[in-house]
């Protein structure tokens, strides 16, 4: 069962509020969801197991005994969040062992401190607002809509491949159906009310042009 605390554990503090304290501000996040963790004598492995709804270690974590005097092996934590039913989201920082973001699945990530620490703010935001975890936003930050958007956008375009430019749209009741799901995500993610109806009344009635298609959808990228 995943539970409701996001945990981050770095084991340098003054790290954190000097190198990264332009990025955010540790010592004014106030909230029982959010534990930053310095020492494993704070915390123990079920405690983390029993309460964690996302864990953040930085790879520098080392092998010490936890509040009940038990060794707290960051490997076999990690194995057993992954093993969790259902997987507990994990974030894996380090400037040393991770060069580039690699959002291997949305439970899990692995990133460089900086790009960690640079985004974590949304990231922690976000969390409150909406009490999900959402490790694409910590993964592509401020520009994470821009980057949903764009892919969306590939998606759509992809349906207008063997169509010329003034030639209306034509799916079968298969792609129809993934198209207009397709739509509803874009208008999701750019929060462009009535734009997937609109699009829909116009493929039913064979009025669906790509060149019309792209502009509007460039347009509305623009000003996200």
Do not use: W
Request: hydrophobic share 40%.
């Amino acid at each position: 069962m995943i539970g409701n605390v996001l945990y981050i554990f770095d084991d340098d503090k003054i790290r954190q509020d000097t190198r990264y304290k332009s990025f955010i501000d540790i010592s004014k996040i106030d909230s029982s969801l959010i534990r930053f963790i310095y020492k494993s004598s704070t915390i123990s492995k079920q405690e983390i197991l029993n309460n964690a709804c996302c864990v953040c270690f930085h790879d520098s974590m080392k092998i010490e005994n936890d509040k009940n005097g038990k060794l707290l092996d960051f490997d076999a934590l990690k194995r057993d969040l992954k093993l969790s039913t259902p997987p507990i989201p994990l974030v894996i920082f380090s400037n040393q062992g991770n060069q580039m973001t690699d959002l291997i699945s949305d439970k899990e990530l692995n990133m460089k401190s900086d790009d960690f620490y640079m985004n974590l703010l949304l990231f922690i935001n976000d969390f409150l607002e909406n009490h999900i975890i959402n490790l694409k936003i910590l993964a592509l930050g401020k520009n994470y809509l821009l980057e949903m958007a764009l892919d969306s956008r590939t998606k759509l375009l992809k349906y207008f491949n063997s169509f010329d430019e003034e030639e209306p749209l034509s799916l079968d009741i298969k792609e129809k159906s993934a198209f207009i799901q397709d739509l509803k995500d874009f208008e999701m993610i750019t929060n462009k009310s009535g734009f997937a109806n609109q699009n829909i009344v116009k493929l039913n009635s064979e009025q669906l042009f790509l060149s019309l298609f792209e502009k509007e959808i460039n347009f509305i990228i623009k000003f996200l």
